[in-house]
């Protein structure tokens, strides 16, 4: 079946614009995880949702990162205000159950730019 | 907070050489799983590692669990060009999230 996707796979923005960052997991998977990778870094965890609930936000950096998810399924990941050091690659990923430590299947990613 | 450790953070090795990647915590963890991304990739689920001293085989890739359940490591064998990436390990305590390592990055000359 599909895997998780991301939209877009790129996205320029000049600073102090808002951002929306989508991703469609895969279908049944409860668990959705955002991070973030900056050039040649590890995996930043931003959130993480069981069902449409955000059970833990700890890894979002200010109040200008926020993130929904509804029906259970897409979800979106919005900067607000954006600066230059937002720029990295935003994933995306998935996984059956988190309760369980599944495996996480990781999207594309989407490539921010903030100029 | 919990912090996961991992070294070194690149390795350079000739075709046909072992590498090894080393993955540390200064805290008991509930498991860990190891992740390969590839150049301009996403990150790929390798393996998941639950059980105290566990070691477990994918072909030429071994993976280890210590005793205390505080660290891990990667071994290839015999390395080729197809195994150049980044290696993740991520880790866990119980009911929290995944921590990722920052990752050793692997290139291979033939």
């Known amino acids: 079946g599909a895997g998780v996707s991301q939209s877009p796979s790129n996205k320029v923005t000049e600073k102090g614009k808002d951002v929306e960052l989508r991703c469609d997991p895969i279908?049944?998977?409860?668990?959705l995880y955002w991070y973030r990778q900056s050039l040649g870094q590890g995996l930043e965890f931003l959130i993480y949702?069981?069902?449409?609930?955000?059970?833990?936000k700890s890894g979002l950096p200010s109040d200008r990162f926020s993130a929904e998810r509804t029906g259970g399924s897409v979800s979106t990941l919005t900067i607000q205000r954006t600066q230059q050091e937002d720029s990295a690659v935003y994933l995306c990923?998935?996984?059956?159950?988190?309760?369980?430590?599944?495996?996480?299947?990781f999207g594309p990613g989407t490539r921010l730019t903030v100029l | 907070g919990q912090q996961v450790m991992q070294i070194p953070q690149y390795q350079h090795v000739q075709e046909g050489e072992d590498f090894t990647t080393y993955c540390n915590s200064s805290?008991?963890?509930?498991?860990i799983q190891w992740y390969k991304q590839r150049p301009g990739g996403h990150p790929v689920f390798l393996i998941q590692?639950?059980?105290?001293?566990e070691v477990k085989k994918q072909k030429r890739l071994t993976f280890q669990f210590g005793e205390a359940k505080k660290n891990s490591s990667l071994h290839i064998t015999a390395t080729q060009t197809t195994d150049v990436g980044t290696y993740f390990c991520?880790?866990?305590?119980?009911?929290?999230?995944?921590?990722f390592g920052k990752g050793t990055t692997l290139s291979v000359s033939s």
């Open positions: 990923a998935s996984s059956p159950e988190r309760e369980a430590h599944n495996e996480q299947f």
């Open positions: 279908s049944g998977h409860t668990a």
């Open positions: 949702f069981q069902g449409n609930s955000a059970p833990d």
């Open positions: 805290t008991t963890l509930s498991n």
């Open positions: 590692l639950v059980k105290s001293g």
């Open positions: 991520a880790a866990n305590q119980a009911g929290t999230a995944l921590i």
